[in-house]
T-cell receptor
Framework: AQSVTQPDIHITVSEGASLELRCNYS??????LFWYVQSPGQGLQLLLK????DTLVQGIKGFEAEFKRSQSSFNLRKPSVHWSDAAEYFC????????????WGAGTKLIIKP | ETGVTQSPTHLIKTRGQQVTLRCSSQ?????VSWYQQALGQGPQFIFQ???????GRGNFPPRFSGLQFPNYSSELNVNALELDDSALYLC?????????????FGNGTRLTVT
């Protein structure tokens, strides 16, 4: 069965420091992968997606993610975080056997130290 | 362009009662999906509607039901509420069914069952 694992429940980084959030997926074929961000009291906003092609994907708000098939990973990165990046981040894979419905990780809460 | 709107934002119900949650899809989107997000977890797919027909369902009992109207807005109905139904209910619309169109989420309805 398809699944998504985000190993880190919480991550704390200092403002201005670099960030990497981990995501591992289990899927037989080439996956469609997504990163979403959820601020408190808000819905989910798409940061970036990978369908095919260049394995390094650029998204909004200065985020990028790299698809590594050999590691079944799709880690999210940002070179320098801002206090406004504090939120919960979700990785998801599209279930192409079920109308592309998304299977989600449990999320990683990002805390920014001043 | 109007985004996805959900109502109400918060709701408190008693165990055994019934509830209806509403969602207006983004302009031009004909597909609506509903997700349940329990505290500290990623969203879980409930079902999807496309052109007023249910088109895919997750692992939820029949007391979770829905509708989609000709204007593509949607309702989620939950009968015989249980304490475990307490969650954030998210509606997402997309451009068309059965492909990888990104989901656009509303801010959700927070349901508390006491």
């Amino acid at each position: 069965a398809q699944s998504v694992t985000q190993p880190d429940i919480h991550i704390t980084v200092s403002e201005g420091a670099s960030l990497e959030l981990r995501c591992n997926y289990s899927y037989g074929a080439t996956p469609y992968l997504f990163w979403y961000v959820q601020s408190p009291g808000q819905g989910l906003q798409l940061l970036l997606k990978y369908f095919s092609g260049d394995t390094l994907v650029q998204g909004i708000k200065g985020f990028e993610a790299e698809f590594k098939r050999s590691q079944s990973s799709f880690n999210l990165r940002k070179p320098s975080v801002h206090w406004s990046d504090a939120a919960e981040y979700f990785c998801a894979v599209a279930n192409m056997d079920s109308n592309y419905q998304l299977i989600w990780g449990a999320g990683t809460k990002l805390i920014i130290k001043p | 362009e109007t985004g996805v709107t959900q109502s109400p934002t918060h709701l408190i119900k008693t165990r055994g009662q019934q509830v209806t949650l509403r969602c207006s899809s983004q302009s031009g989107h004909n597909t609506v999906s509903w997700y349940q997000q329990a505290l500290g977890q990623g969203p879980q797919f409930i079902f999807q509607y496309y052109r007023e027909e249910e088109n895919g369902r997750g692992n939820f009992p029949p007391r979770f039901s829905g509708l989609q109207f000709p204007n593509y807005s949607s309702e989620l109905n939950v009968n015989a509420l249980e304490l475990d139904d307490s969650a954030l209910y998210l509606c997402a619309s997309s451009l068309r069914q059965g492909d990888n169109s990104p989901l656009h989420f509303g801010n959700g309805t927070r349901l508390t069952v006491t």
